[in-house]
């Protein structure tokens, strides 16, 4: 059973990236939600014991999870549970972030054919999820740290589409400076 549901605006298929993508079938306008995501929420000091228990379940939480708050994670847990929006990769030049918690939204008019992408940056916040990136954008980063969030540039870029988590953390920041 497919756990999220994704506008019939959106399809995934291969892409250059990595391997599968999610791809606009029809034109979508800024802020117009294209998926809502579905999962389970698993607390970051149960991996180690997910993976005791069920390693892929624990691949699939670290590929496809993303965080809601420090210490959780939501998502699926079985490949059979994938819709097209789990396919969705990163970009260091997005056009989705976050509208809540669950809802994936364009940030930028997205045109049918292109491919969606989202920063990693809108929602973690842990080094567990650091990664190398080739995204092919001119502003690729070349690495995604868990830090990234923190970044000025990156908070002035994203602001009202990370998760809501992040935009709390970078509201106490401002009022701390």
């Known amino acids: 059973m497919k756990i999220s549901w994704t506008s019939k605006k959106i399809c995934s ?37 997910i993976k005791e228990n069920d390693k892929k379940a624990h691949e699939v939480i670290l590929d496809i999870g993303y965080q809601i708050e420090d210490d959780l994670i939501f998502s699926p847990i079985r490949e059979e549970q994938y819709s097209a929006i789990e396919y969705l990769n990163h970009s260091c ?43 092919g954008s001119s502003n690729c980063r070349k690495f995604i740290f868990g830090n990234d969030w923190a970044k000025p ?12 988590y992040i935009e709390k953390k970078i509201k106490l920041m401002i009022q701390v400076t």
Do not use: H, W
């Open 153 to 164: 540039e990156l908070q002035q870029k994203y602001r009202g589409y990370f998760q809501p």
């Open 13 to 49: 298929k291969d892409s250059k990236v990595s391997g599968s993508g999610v791809f606009a079938s029809s034109d979508i306008k800024k802020n117009e939600r294209v998926a809502v995501f579905g999962g389970f929420v698993v607390a970051i000091e149960d991996l180690e014991k």
């Open 93 to 135: 030049q997005p056009n989705c972030g976050f509208s809540g918690a669950l809802n994936l939204v364009a940030i930028t008019d997205i045109r049918a054919g292109e491919e969606l992408f989202m920063d990693y940056a809108m929602s973690i916040t842990l080094d567990i999820f650091n990664m190398e990136c080739d995204c």
